[in-house]
């Protein structure tokens, strides 16, 4: 199984920055596509931002030009970069993996970390 660890998540006032970030440890084939999830106000998760292991970037509409994602292949991690954070972005926001060979594709989230913007 992939464990997936959150960090970064907190309060900031609208205008500022956050970072977060989430690591995959345990047993694992190939880290494919990485990214962060919010959770929507029906509950639903919709992507923020993706990337794959070779740098393919998907950003959700409201976050282009502010949200910088990136990752460490090396150490199976993902980052977050949060910038210019509106109060519109205040959500519980989880890392997504997808562990991947050939058709197989096991998907694994995080707990959540909750990001507030707020003054």
């Known amino acids: 199984q992939v464990h997936l660890e959150e960090s970064g998540g907190g309060w900031v006032q609208p205008g500022g920055s956050l970072r977060l970030s989430c690591a995959a440890n345990g047993t694992y084939i190939n880290i494919a596509t990485m990214g962060w999830f919010h959770q929507a106000p029906k509950n639903q998760r919709e992507p923020v931002a993706t990337?794959?292991?070779?740098?393919?970037?998907t950003y959700a509409d409201s976050v282009k030009g502010r949200f910088i994602i990136s990752r460490d292949n090396a150490k199976n991690a993902v980052h977050l970069q949060m910038n210019s954070l509106k109060p519109d972005d205040t959500r519980v926001y989880f890392c997504?993996?997808?562990?991947?060979?050939?058709?197989?594709?096991?998907?694994?989230w995080g707990q959540g970390t909750q990001v507030t913007v707020s003054s």
């Open positions: 990337i794959t292991r070779t740098g393919t970037i």
């Open positions: 997504y993996v997808e562990d991947t060979e050939l058709n197989s594709v096991e998907q694994y």
